[in-house]
Nanobody, 115 residues
Framework: QVQLVESGGGLVQPGGSLRLSCAAS????????AGWYRQAPGKQRELVAG???????NYADSVKGRFTISRDNPKNTVYLQMNSLKPEDTAVYYC?????????WGQGTQVTVSS
């Protein structure tokens, strides 16, 4: 049974930083691709950043240069470091993994950027 558990969301002022964590059980991040998605109220869920099983990252244009996705293999955890946060980054952030053709999602963590 694959489980993804996110943590690290919260309220931050514009220009601030947050680091999201996604801890996995039942799968190994270094074998499978993973990523972070977000969904703002009234909008579709969108890919924010992904990391391949080889460790190559990719980013949405809206977060390039501000967000960094990384992976800690011994801890089996994927991180999303978010810097220079903007109000438009406000959303529920979801960890995602594709394991042998199946999609798995975490429960989501709220990120609110507001003064």
């Amino acid at each position: 049974q694959v489980q993804l558990v996110e943590s690290g969301g919260g309220l931050v002022q514009p220009g601030g930083s947050l680091r999201l964590s996604c801890a996995a059980s039942g799968m190994i991040f270094s074998i499978h691709a993973a990523g972070w998605y977000r969904q703002a109220p009234g909008k579709q869920r969108e890919l924010v950043a992904g990391i391949s099983n080889g460790g190559s990252p990719n980013y949405a244009d809206s977060v390039k240069g501000r967000f960094t996705i990384s992976r800690d293999n011994p801890k089996n955890t994927v991180y999303l470091q978010m810097n220079s946060l903007k109000p438009e980054d406000t959303a529920v952030y979801y960890c995602h993994a594709e394991v042998w053709g199946y999609n798995y999602w975490g429960q989501g963590t709220q990120v609110t950027v507001s003064s």
